[in-house]
């Protein structure tokens, strides 16, 4: 297994700049970002392959001619 370089750090994504996660003493989860933040840029930048494939049956189903 790699060794994991402590001189040089992570590449962050200039929009998650300044962004920090941590798990408290209650096992809550607390970050530097809002959720709806966090969520927009996860939209934005992240394909979901099972989103993809509900994308793609909605678009058959309303190209698909009426009866």
């Known amino acids: 297994m790699p060794k994991k370089n402590p001189k040089k750090p992570p590449k962050v994504h ?3 700049s300044g962004f920090a996660i941590k ?8 970050t530097t970002f809002e959720v709806e933040k ?3 840029f996860l939209n934005e ?4 392959k099972k989103l993809r494939e509900q994308h793609k ?3 058959e189903e309303e190209s698909a001619p009426d009866e």
């Open 57 to 59: 049956d909605t678009t």
């Open 38 to 40: 966090l969520n927009e």
């Open 14 to 16: 200039e929009d998650l």
């Open 45 to 48: 930048k992240v394909d979901d």
């Open 23 to 30: 798990i408290n003493e209650f096992g809550e989860i607390e």
